[in-house]
């Protein structure tokens, strides 16, 4: 790459972060080609349009796929810099599987030339980048690698994690501060360099392995939180208490910030990451894997105060939301699917489904009755609403078209609603 000219990149994977990522390299005038194995999304992209929802990104792409910035590709094509950006899961025993980014790193080995630079952005078990050097320097020999080799290396190799929430993704890939880790000193200055480019945030460099474990500390701070407030809930619920209550008192308290009790913790991150510590530390880790015990556990608490709610009355009830987080298309480990699709195959046709972010129900419904409606429907229809996502639009309903339904609120979204009786107070009190 020279200093002062547009470096050319390919960006390896096209999902939620390697697509707005590559659009927003490529409004910054370089030239980007998105590489995905999947042949609709690199057709979608090549017609300006996208396949996932993100706030912005549709007029975004289809600008700069039309100025000829951005295109797509299932062949890693030759370019100055390599950002890998594939998914890393898990196993059945919480192993992380970097299968992705080991399969990304071989295509990017073969088109390598003096002077690149490949960037990991993946969320990955600490050792993963070096992992990543040792495949390619097993693949190319001919290349000098950084931390391999005496003096200059031919390339450079860092790691730079994305931190941007879905929903705020275009705004954030800008705006954060990024932790950039080189396998030397040298890389991560190279890396520094591109992405100056396009991040207005800081740019903090270090070595791989910390700014690995940097990220997984991110993810794994929030889950071990969010296990406080749900485990407050669930006291709260034992005592009587109202949960959203005593953490809205308590956040009075200058050094205190507890976040909000939920159905669980959903996502492909916050629920993923922490295992990726635990596996790395099994012995050292009791606190991030009971963390992780009870936000799973959420889940089975909230069908658990459903049933009886749904075993004390009659008609249809409305299971409001399906997806992880509020206002966003994304279902993958959501909780308010699992809990939805656990009371639809127990209570099959009295259970509706209203989200907006949904055009069908997914298969976890199939054979069980249940029915997909929309809000208005719920509202002339059911007399019980479990809440279980905050859409602003469940927020917006107003309390006279709410005040006589039986309301289990696990979000917290309506503090107004009128308590009924004892045991739906209970209920909606318990988050
Ligand atoms: N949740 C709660 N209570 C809260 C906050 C969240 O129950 O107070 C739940 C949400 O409903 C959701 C889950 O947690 O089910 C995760 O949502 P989130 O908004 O906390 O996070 P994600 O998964 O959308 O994005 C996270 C972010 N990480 C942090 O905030 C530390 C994001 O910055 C990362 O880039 C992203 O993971 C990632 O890709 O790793």
Not at 248 to 274: E, F, K, Q
Not at 291 to 314: F, M, Y
Not at 347 to 371: C, N, Q, Y
Request: with cysteine; aromatic share 4%; proline share 6%.
């Amino acid at each position: 790459m020279q200093a002062e000219s547009k470096p050319t990149v390919a960006v390896i994977g096209l999902g939620y972060i390697g697509l707005p990522t590559a659009a927003v390299i490529a409004r910054s005038g370089s030239k980007v080609v998105g590489v995905d194995v999947a042949p609709h999304v690199v057709e979608t992209i090549n017609e300006g349009r996208i396949h996932i929802e993100e706030i912005d990104l549709e007029g975004l792409v289809q600008g700069v796929v039309a100025r000829g910035l951005l295109s797509a590709s299932t062949e890693v094509p030759c370019a100055d810099v390599f950002v890998i950006a594939v998914p890393t899961p898990f196993d059945e025993d919480h192993a992380p599987d970097i299968g992705f980014v080991l399969e990304a790193a071989r295509a990017v080995a073969t088109r390598l030339k003096h002077g690149d630079t490949v960037i990991l952005e993946s969320t990955s078990p600490v050792g993963t980048t070096e992992q990543v050097r040792d495949l390619i320097a097993h693949q190319r020999p001919d290349l000098a690698m950084p931390g391999l080799c005496e003096g200059t290396a031919d390339i450079a190799i860092a790691y730079c994690p994305e931190r941007v929430l879905p929903g705020r993704i275009l705004e954030e890939l800008t705006n954060n501060d990024r932790v950039i880790g080189g396998i030397t000193p040298r890389c991560a200055r190279k890396a520094l360099s591109f992405y100056r480019r396009f991040v207005r945030g800081e740019c903090i460099t270090s070595s791989a392995r910390a700014a690995e474990m940097t990220k997984l500390t991110e993810n794994a701070y929030r889950d071990v939180n969010i296990a406080f407030a749900n485990e407050l809930s669930i006291v709260s619920d034992k005592l009587g208490l109202d949960v959203w209550e005593v953490i809205r008192l308590a956040n009075r308290h200058p050094r205190v910030n507890i976040l909000s009790p939920g159905p669980g913790v959903g996502g492909h991150c916050i629920a993923v990451d922490p295992w990726f510590i635990v596996h790395s530390a099994p012995e050292e880790t009791p606190l991030i894997r009971t963390a992780r015990a009870v936000n799973d556990g959420k889940v089975g608490h909230v069908v658990e105060h459903a049933e009886r709610l749904i075993a004390r009355t009659r008609g249809p009830v409305a299971c409001l939301g399906l997806a992880f987080k509020a206002n966003i298309d994304d279902f993958r480990e959501s909780p308010a699917l699992k809990i939805a699709a656990a009371l639809a195959r127990r209570h099959g046709d009295r259970i509706a489904v209203v989200e907006p972010f949904a055009a069908a129900l997914p298969r976890e419904f199939d054979g069980t009755g249940a029915r997909l409606i929309d809000l208005d429907g719920a509202i002339d229809d059911c007399a019980t609403f479990i809440v279980l996502v905050d859409h602003d639009l469940f927020k917006s309903v107003p309390l006279d078209e709410r005040a006589d339904k039986l309301v289990y609120d696990t979000r917290g979204i309506w503090p107004d609603q009128p308590a009924p009786g004892p045991i739906s107070r209970r209920l909606r009190l318990a988050g």
